[in-house]
C-alpha cells in the first residue's frame, strides 16, 4: 500500500480554479483507479505465484523475483516520480505513468520466459512510480480545504476494499482460466481499465503547469537505488547458488554505497543543491528509530503475507482461488486495525507498540496452527489478529515518525518515509522467501517474521509520544 506523495504544492501548480475544481469528484476516482492498479498488481503474484511458476518451469527464486523486481522498480521510480511531476507537471507524469503501466501489464500477460516477465515486472514498478506520487498534490489543488478531508477519508475504504479484493480475484482469474488465458488474465484485466483511465484522466485531471526551478537530484536517486539493489538481489539469489562469495560481496557493497549515498546528499546540500533526502534527518535520532521501524516491519508485513500465499499452495495444496479466501481474515482485520487507531490516536506510540504485541502474538499463533491439513477455518484467527495489530502499526506509524521533523522537512521526510515502505517490503520478500525456501518450514519462517515483529516494537519505544496533528497523510 503506497503512501501518496505529500510535499507542500507551489502556488504556481494550481489549476485555474484551485478553491472548487469544477470535475474534482471524477477526477478523485481517476487517481483512485491508478492507487487501485498499483496495489492490485504489488499483491497479486503472491497468489498466482506458485502457478506462474509451474508454468515458465523456474526455480523459487522466481516467485520472490515477482513481487520483489515490481517493488524493487517502484522504490527506484518513487524516488524521482514526484520532483518529475513537479518538473514537467502532474497531469502529464500521472499520464505517462497510466499508459506504461498499462503497456507492462500488457507485456506481463504475452511473457514466454521467466526474463521477460520479470523485466515487465520492472517496467510497472517504475511507471507505476511515475503515477502514483501525483495524487496527492493534485488533491490539495482541487479540493477545497473543507472538502479536502472527506476526499482523503475515501481512499482508506477503497485501498482496504482493494487489499481484499486483490488476491481473491486473482486467485479466481487463475483458477477459472477464462479463454485458457490462466494466470496471465491477471494482467491482461488491466488493459480496459488501464485505456478507460487515460481517456478519464484527459478528460476529468486539472492542467498543471510545472513549478519553476525544481531540479531532480539523478546521482542521489541512482546512488539509492543501486544500494537497495545491491542489498536484495544477493538475498534472493543467494540461497539457490548456496551463498557464494559474491552474495556477501554485494550485500558489503550495498552498505558501502549508501553510506556514500548519504555523504553525498550532504554535499549537494551544503553547495545550494536540492538533494533527493535532506540531509538534516539523518542527524535526528527519532527519525532514524522511525526509519528502522518502517523497515523492520514492513519486511515482516510484505514477507508473511508472500509466505501464507506459498504455504497454503505449496504446502497444503490449496487451489489459488481457496488460497486466496484464505487471506480474507487478515485483511479484515487491517480494516479494523486501522478504524481502531483512527479512534484511539490520542494515546499515540501506545497504538502502534499494542499493534506490534498483538501482531507478534498472532504470527506466534500462526506458528502453533501451521500442520499439515489445516483448514482455512483454522488459521481465520491468528489471520484476523495478524491484520488487525498490521493496521494499528500502519494507521500512526507516518504521522508519528514525523513528529520528530521539522516543518521544512516533512516533504523529504515523508518522501523517504514512503521510499522506504517499499524498500522494506522487498527485503520482506527476500528474507522470508529465502527462509521459507531455504529451510522447507513454514514453523521456523514464522518464527523469523515474529522476531523480527518484536524488534519492531523495541526500536519503537524510541519513536515520539505523539503523532503530528498538523499533517495530513494518505495510508
Known amino acids: 500500500m503506497t503512501v ?3 510535499r507542500p504544492v507551489a502556488a504556481a501548480a494550481a489549476p485555474e480554479q484551485p478553491s472548487a475544481y469544477k470535475w474534482r469528484w471524477p477526477a478523485l476516482g481517476v487517481i483512485m483507479t491508478g492507487s487501485v492498479m498499483e496495489l492490485l498488481d504489488a499483491t497479486v503474484t503472491h497468489i498466482a505465484g506458485p502457478t506462474m511458476r509451474n508454468d515458465f518451469g523456474a526455480g523459487n527464486a522466481f516467485i520472490q523475483w515477482l513481487g520483489a523486481a515490481y517493488i524493487l522498480a517502484m522504490t527506484a521510480g518513487l524516488l524521482t516520480g514526484g520532483r518529475l511531476g513537479d518538473i514537467v507537471g502532474r497531469r502529464r507524469m500521472f499520464l505517462i505513468g497510466m499508459i506504461g503501466f498499462t503497456v507492462g501489464s500488457l507485456l506481463c500477460a504475452v511473457s514466454v520466459s521467466p526474463e521477460m516477465i520479470i523485466a515487465a515486472r ?18 490539495k489543488e482541487m479540493f477545497p480545504p473543507k472538502e479536502l478531508a472527506s476526499a482523503f477519508g475515501l481512499i482508506g475504504p477503497v485501498m482496504g476494499l482493494s487489499a481484499i479484493g ?3 480475484l486473482a486467485g479466481w482469474l487463475v483458477s477459472a482460466d477464462l479463454f485458457g488465458t490462466g494466470w496471465r488474465m491477471i494482467f491482461l484485466i488491466n488493459l480496459p481499465i488501464g485505456v478507460a483511465a487515460v481517456f478519464a484522466a484527459l478528460r476529468f ?10 531540479k531532480l537530484d539523478l546521482p542521489g536517486a ?43 546528499e550532504k554535499r549537494r546540500a551544503a ?23 518502517g523497515t523492520v516491519y514492513f519486511a515482516a508485513f510484505g514477507g508473511v503475507f508472500m509466505v501464507i500465499g506459498l504455504y497454503t499452495q505449496l504446502m497444503l495444496h490449496y487451489d489459488p482461488l481457496k488460497a486466496a479466501l484464505t487471506g480474507v481474515p487478515s485483511s479484515l482485520g487491517m480494516i479494523v486495525g486501522m478504524i481502531v487507531a483512527q479512534s484511539t490516536q490520542r494515546f499515540g506510540r501506545k497504538v502502534l507498540l499494542a499493534g506490534a504485541v498483538i501482531m507478534a502474538l498472532a504470527v506466534v499463533a500462526l506458528l502453533i496452527v501451521a500442520e499439515p491439513g489445516v483448514t482455512p477455518w483454522q488459521l481465520a484467527p491468528a489471520l484476523l489478529f495478524v491484520g488487525l495489530g498490521s493496521g ?53 519462517t514464522f518464527a523469523v517474521a515474529a522476531g523480527m515483529i518484536v524488534v519492531t516494537f523495541l526500536v519503537g519505544l524510541m519513536l515520539p509520544k505523539q503523532a503530528r496533528q498538523d499533517a495530513e497523510f494518505v495510508h
Open 166 to 168: 486483490g488476491p481473491i
Open 4 to 6: 501518496l506523495d505529500t
Open 392 to 444: 494499528m502499526i500502519m494507521g500512526p506509524y507516518f504521522n508519528i515518525v514525523l513528529a520528530a521533523v521539522d516543518p521544512q522537512e516533512t516533504g523529504s521526510a515523508s518522501g523517504t518515509l514512503t521510499a522506504l515502505q517499499q524498500v522494506g517490503n522487498a527485503l520482506g520478500l527476500a528474507v522470508l522467501g529465502t527462509v521459507f525456501f531455504g529451510t522447507g518450514s513454514a514453523e521456523i
Open 122 to 139: 520492472v517496467m510497472q514498478g517504475l511507471f507505476g512510480a511515475a503515477m502514483i506520487p501525483q495524487g496527492m498534490g493534485m488533491m
Open 271 to 293: 553547495r545550494g543543491g536540492d538533494p533527493l533526502v535532506a540531509p538534516s534527518l539523518f542527524r535526528k535520532p527519532a527519525f532514524l528509530s522511525g526509519m528502522a521501524v
Open 205 to 214: 485531471l486539472p492542467k498543471t503547469p510545472p513549478i519553476g526551478g525544481v
Open 222 to 264: 541512482i546512488l539509492a537505488s543501486a544500494g537497495v539493489v545491491l542489498m536484495v538481489f544477493p538475498l534472493v539469489q543467494g540461497q539457490e547458488h548456496g551463498w557464494p562469495w559474491w552474495s556477501f560481496a554485494l550485500m558489503a557493497a550495498s552498505v558501502v554505497t549508501l553510506v556514500v549515498f548519504v555523504a553525498y
